[in-house]
Each structure stands twice: as C-alpha cells, then as structure tokens.
C-alpha cells in the first residue's frame, strides 16, 4: 500500500483525524464509544491528545483524571508540546507505508503514544517536578516498552515505528525528524556522571537494533545500519554499519528519515570511523 496522502492545508491534521474517525465509527460501530470519547468529543488535537494519554497512562496510584489535568496544564503553558505531536503525526503519516489512516498511529501505535505522554514528562522535568516526570516515564515504559528519561531533549516530527526496546538516555539530544525502529539505544559507555549519552543530527535515520554510545555526534542525514554498534562520531550525510560501525558510503542519499530506506551501498570503507 501507498503511503498516506496528506492533504492540503485547507484540511488540519486534526480534521484528517476527526474525519477518519467519523468514517470508521460507520464501519465498525463497535468501536464508536471509544472513538467519540477519545477523538470525536473534543474540540481540538490538545483536548483529544490529553485524554488519549491519560486513557493509556492512568492506574490505581495515579488516575486518568489527574494525567488530563496535567497534560493540558503542560499544553497550555508550552502550545510548542502540540505542535511539535503534530510534526509527529504526520512523519508517521508520511513514513509509514502500514497505515491506513491518521487513526491507526494516534489510538494504537506504541511509538507515537510514548513519544507524545514523553513530551508532557519533559515538560514536568523543566518544571522542577521530577518525581512526577519519573512517574510518567515509569509508566510509559511498562505500557509502550519505550524508556525515555524525561531530561533527554526530541525535536520535532520524530518517527518511533514499532517503539518496542528503544532506550535513550539522560543527556541525549534527537533532532527534528529522525526515523527510528524498534531496539534502537542511545545509551552512555559506563557508569560516569555528565554529558554522556549521543547527539543524533537532524533528519538522521536508525535502524532495528541499531546502538549509538557515548557523547558521540551523529552528524545531520546521517544513516545507521539495523544492528550497528556505533561508539565514534558519523559524519554528516554519511552511512555506517557493522560491529563496530564502520563507513559505508559518503555521501548517502539526501533524507534517509524520509525516504527510510535501510539498504546499504556495495563498496565498504576498510577502516573503523
């Protein structure tokens, strides 16, 4: 199947979102309590974004209730937090030839869910409320299998697909639209203290398995193979691969997060990056 064919701006994400909802409580009315509460009785992406998380994260200890309230308490103070979920949905809906609809990644994609109740987590970090923020991960991580340290810092129209085993650490920075799989680990090299987890470039893509180590720059469009060991800085626009990662191709192709292709060029350079 075709990727998703996002229309033109006269239609927001939003109405993509709200129309495919309409459409699919005619088709399957089984489903129309859940669709009306969760997308179709709000007013705007903020309304239906929050009670989606607090839907998913809500238990015994902290209730549903009290996760809305937070999250739109973060929206509100930081409208960037909708925006940059916005830029999101619509890098699954550009990068993932599985979906049928805006629906698919909004009510059942671990990825986007974890990415999207993360955010609200970092914004509670940058408030002082850091037991709270930790809270918020501990829950998305034993719903999603996605732990991400509410201090790490994301971009904008980032793409988790599948989501499950991604780690990524404490000081770690990702860029605005880096595409990654599932096992992907951006993780330190020891037990030191500091600045110790990768910086991954804008538009870089990761592939299944891939593990980033260490204070280390994966420059802009870059690309790393599924399964590669990556423990030195890539160059910008570059591929690596392997264990350790070695250089495949320089330069690689223009957007790799885009495009996600995870072939690889016939020639190898013969030395360690």
Same mark, same amino acid.
């Given at each position: 199947?075709?990727?998703?064919?996002?229309?033109?701006?006269?239609?927001?994400?939003? +109405?993509? @979102?709200?129309?495919?909802?309409?459409?699919?409580?005619?088709?399957?009315?089984?489903? =129309?309590?859940? @669709?009306?509460?969760?997308?179709?009785?709000?007013?705007?992406?903020? %309304? *239906?974004?929050?009670?989606?998380?607090?839907?998913?994260?809500?238990?015994?200890?902290?209730? *549903?209730?009290?996760?809305?309230?937070?999250?739109? %308490?973060?929206? =509100?103070? +930081?409208?960037?937090?909708? =925006? *940059?979920?916005?830029?999101?949905?619509?890098?699954?809906?550009?990068?993932?030839?599985?979906?049928?609809?805006?629906?698919?990644?909004?009510?059942?994609?671990?990825?986007?869910?974890?990415?999207?109740?993360?955010?609200?987590?970092?914004?509670?970090?940058?408030?002082?409320?850091?037991?709270?923020?930790?809270?918020?991960?501990?829950?998305?991580? &034993?719903?999603?299998?996605?732990?991400?340290?509410?201090?790490?810092?994301?971009?904008?129209?980032?793409?988790?697909?599948?989501? !499950? %085993? $991604?780690?990524? %650490?404490?000081?770690?920075?990702?860029?605005? &639209?880096?595409?990654? @799989?599932?096992?992907?680990?951006?993780?330190?090299?020891?037990? &030191?203290?500091?600045?110790?987890?990768?910086?991954?470039?804008?538009?870089?893509?990761?592939? =299944?398995?891939?593990?980033? @180590?260490?204070?280390?720059? $994966?420059?802009?469009?870059?690309?790393?193979?599924?399964?590669?060991?990556?423990?030195?800085?890539?160059?910008?626009?570059?591929?690596?691969?392997? $264990?350790?990662?070695?250089? $495949?191709?320089?330069?690689?192709?223009?957007?790799?997060?885009?495009?996600?292709?995870? !072939?690889?060029? +016939?020639?190898?350079?013969?030395?360690?990056?």
């Amino acid at each position: 199947m075709a990727h998703l064919e996002i229309v033109p701006t006269s239609q927001s994400l939003w +109405d993509q @979102l709200r129309a495919a909802a309409t459409e699919a409580v005619r088709d399957e009315p089984r489903l =129309a309590s859940l @669709l009306n509460a969760v997308i179709l009785s709000h007013s705007d992406l903020a %309304g *239906a974004l929050s009670f989606q998380i607090a839907r998913k994260l809500g238990d015994s200890e902290l209730g *549903a209730m009290t996760i809305r309230e937070v999250s739109l %308490g973060a929206f =509100a103070a +930081d409208p960037g937090i909708v =925006a *940059a979920a916005e830029a999101d949905l619509q890098a699954v809906a550009e990068r993932d030839p599985a979906i049928r609809s805006l629906l698919q990644p909004f009510l059942y994609f671990k990825g986007f869910q974890a990415l999207e109740a993360w955010r609200v987590a970092h914004w509670l970090w940058g408030q002082g409320r850091e037991t709270l923020a930790f809270h918020f991960q501990s829950r998305i991580s &034993e719903l999603f299998q996605v732990d991400i340290h509410p201090a790490a810092r994301m971009g904008a129209g980032i793409f988790i697909d599948h989501g !499950t %085993g $991604v780690v990524i %650490g404490e000081t770690a920075v990702v860029g605005d &639209e880096v595409s990654m @799989l599932h096992g992907v680990t951006l993780g330190g090299t020891g037990a &030191e203290r500091g600045d110790r987890h990768p910086k991954i470039g804008r538009g870089v893509l990761l592939g =299944a398995g891939a593990k980033v @180590l260490g204070n280390i720059l $994966v420059g802009d469009y870059a690309k790393v193979a599924s399964g590669s060991v990556v423990l030195k800085a890539v160059p910008a626009g570059c591929t690596v691969a392997g $264990v350790p990662a070695r250089l $495949v191709n320089c330069p690689t192709e223009a957007t790799p997060a885009r495009t996600m292709d995870h !072939t690889l060029a +016939d020639v190898v350079y013969d030395f360690v990056i």
